[in-house]
């Protein structure tokens, strides 16, 4: 028994022994003309609340071996480069706060001369190396004035534990295991050039098995359904240049109930867009639509959407964001694995695609195949259900949800 007693060198003694430096090293926040923001929340009260019932019932999905380890497989090892990056389904470069976290945590492993181990939902990391992160990740959580760089080390941190602790077990277009693969099932599909998604993700939706809004761009590639993850700057600043590009009469939120005046697609005005081209085509002067989908759970999506109306606030000086719901909303099949709070809510592809199906009755639009696009996301979805179902029933688990809500909304 002697033998399972870390010897000096582990970990546990460089917690008591040893000053471990400070990462991450944030770039300065982008000046931005801005309100006063009013006093700073709490950050630390956002991320250790305990998860929502929501959550629990999701996170059974994305559970990892116990004995996942960082660097195996997949031909990746130690830090994450851009191209590794990329493969998980974004275009952008690897986001510096995300690459110090990462560094951070590889020399935390080298100095211990032990390694990481991840399991469990989220790619937590796990043993003695967990107590002695989270120390460290607390202390300089506390030396961080700024709200915003308290934001994005939050995410930054979330995110790079999922990417070291996924490699070699997720696929990295699916984030579905590789043994269950779905990648080969899914038919792509060209999205109409006149507008395109935005997939402002939650981090600890990040590589969640049964997260849809991935099946978005696996299905219209990933320009025209774009990742960017909340608390991350150069993915907020990238969404944020495209719509002032485009101008902020070409940007929809697809979230419920939040404008003054509630809106519908069919209140949805496309002046000066030139409705004769093709679905291939589009002018070269001539900004997409921008469609934004808030992707996490829905006790999460109220940060998102604060966020968002905050720099939205900062930009234009209007409170009022343009929100717009769906009308003709209908229960997703995901339904069966993720029971929503309740039916006037549903999955983010299911969202993408009643959005399509509503753009489709404009008889102006009907040129663009809306009915084809929403079909492809529709069809993604009944292959990812299956995959998920698969899955579960070869591990033994219930394939069946206690149903959550309790009311009728539509």
């Not at 181990?117 to 004035?145: I, N, P, Q, T, W």
Request: proline share 6%; hydrophobic share 40%.
């Amino acid at each position: 028994m002697l033998a399972l007693l870390p010897p000096a060198s582990s970990i546990r003694a460089l917690a008591f022994h040893r000053l471990l430096p400070v990462p991450l090293l944030l770039p300065p926040p982008r000046t931005l003309p801005r309100l006063d923001p009013g006093p700073a929340r709490s950050f630390m009260a956002f991320s250790a609340e305990p998860a929502p019932v929501e959550e629990k019932v999701e996170s059974e999905e994305e559970s990892l071996p116990a004995t996942a380890a960082a660097g195996g497989g997949a031909g990746d090892a130690g830090e994450v480069s851009h191209e590794e990056w990329r493969r998980w389904g974004t275009s952008s470069p690897l986001p510096a706060a995300v690459d110090a976290v990462v560094r951070e945590l590889l020399e935390m492993e080298a100095a211990a001369g032990e390694k990481m181990r991840f399991g469990g939902v989220g790619s937590k990391l796990k043993g003695d190396f967990k107590d002695v992160e989270d120390k460290k990740h607390r202390a300089v959580y506390e030396m961080l004035a700024d709200s915003d760089q308290k934001l994005q080390y939050y995410s930054a941190r979330q995110i790079g534990c999922r990417l070291l602790g996924s490699r070699g077990y997720l696929c990295q277009k699916c984030w579905l295991p590789a043994a269950d693969c779905m990648c080969s099932n899914i038919v792509p599909c060209n999205l109409w050039r006149g507008m395109k998604f935005w997939l402002y993700m939650h981090p600890k939706d990040f590589l969640r098995q049964n997260n849809t809004g991935k099946l978005l761009w696996q299905v219209f590639g990933i320009q025209a359904a774009q990742l960017c993850l909340f608390g991350i700057q150069e993915h907020e600043d990238i969404m944020w240049d495209a719509f002032q590009r485009s101008g902020k009469g070409k940007i929809s939120f697809l979230y419920p109930n939040k404008s003054t005046i509630p809106k519908s697609v069919k209140d949805l005005k496309f002046d000066g867009l030139s409705l004769t081209s093709d679905i291939h085509e589009m002018s070269s002067h001539e900004e997409p639509f921008n469609f934004v989908l808030l992707d996490g759970t829905w006790s999460n999506s109220a940060a998102l959407y604060r966020r968002l109306k905050e720099r939205w606030t900062a930009i234009w000086g209007d409170e009022d964001i343009p929100c717009i719901s769906l009308s003709t909303l209908s229960a997703s099949v995901m339904h069966k694995l993720r029971p929503q709070p309740a039916w006037d809510r549903t999955c983010t592809a299911a969202a993408a695609a009643g959005l399509l199906w509503e753009l489709n009755l404009r008889p102006e639009l009907s040129m663009f195949e809306f009915e084809k696009q929403a079909e492809a996301v529709e069809c993604s979805l009944d292959i990812l259900l299956d995959a998920l179902t698969t899955r579960r029933v070869r591990l033994g688990r219930s394939i069946t949800r206690k149903q959550r809500h309790n009311r009728n909304c539509i």
